[in-house]
């Protein structure tokens, strides 16, 4: 699934009358951009690689991956053939190369179907995703929004996301899960739009924070 050009139009309308500081941070950003990626394994290592850190590293950490695997294309058969020595001389961390082991491991014996999840719900695809070692929600959200193009995708764990909120929305201290949703709540059915714009302004620095994908 992508995001139709029709599909934006009607949602930047909405977020627009539901929320108007939505609607203002919509034309300080501008054109909604988000491709959606196809390769869902290297997705999923994508947003493996960036669990609890910055922006900054994780693109450091994931470009010296790259630099070890053919073609700079992350691909399960390659991950596989890398040592441990060589995951960690790329950065990444005893807890995430368990994690990209068995990711690596359940993608190439068939234990997850990337093909299956992309014709399940929502909840029923996260369900199928958070079986894998190193796989929480945030992951598996995560790959709903940038690879299967889910529309109403919204992560309250997200740091990136809590310090956009807190900032755009003025609010005195981070806010809880909780008060995440309420304020995402008027977006449905199109959060991962309104979260995409929260990222960019982020990396643009309309307001001053850091997004972590």
């Not at 949602?11 to 054109?31: E, H, T």
């Not at 994508?46 to 294309?73: E, H, N």
């Not at 809590?162 to 995402?184: F, R």
């Amino acid at each position: 699934m992508a995001f139709e050009p029709s599909d934006v139009r009607s949602a930047l309308k909405r977020l627009a009358k539901v929320d108007p500081i939505m609607g203002s941070l919509i034309k300080r950003v501008g054109p909604f951009t988000l491709t959606v990626e196809s390769g869902g394994y290297e997705i999923l290592v994508r947003s493996m690689l960036s669990q609890q850190i910055s922006l900054a590293a994780a693109r450091t950490i994931r470009g010296r991956l790259q630099d070890l695997l053919p073609g700079r294309k992350i691909k399960a058969a390659s991950i596989a053939a890398l040592t441990d020595d060589q995951l960690q001389s790329a950065g990444v961390s005893t807890q995430k190369r368990s994690y990209l082991r068995d990711l690596t491991r359940c993608t190439l014996d068939g234990t997850i179907n990337l093909r299956r999840v992309s014709g399940k719900s929502d909840d029923d695809a996260i369900a199928e995703l958070i079986k894998v070692k190193g796989i929480g929600r945030w992951t598996a959200q995560m790959y709903l929004l940038f690879s299967l193009g889910r529309p109403d995708v919204f992560a309250p764990d997200d740091l990136g996301l809590q310090n956009a909120i807190k900032s755009l929305y003025s609010l005195p201290e981070k806010p809880k899960p909780a008060e995440l949703e309420a304020i995402s709540a008027p977006w449905s059915p199109y959060r991962s739009i309104a979260s995409w714009y929260l990222w960019r302004a982020i990396d643009q620095k309309v307001i001053s924070t850091e997004y972590p994908v």
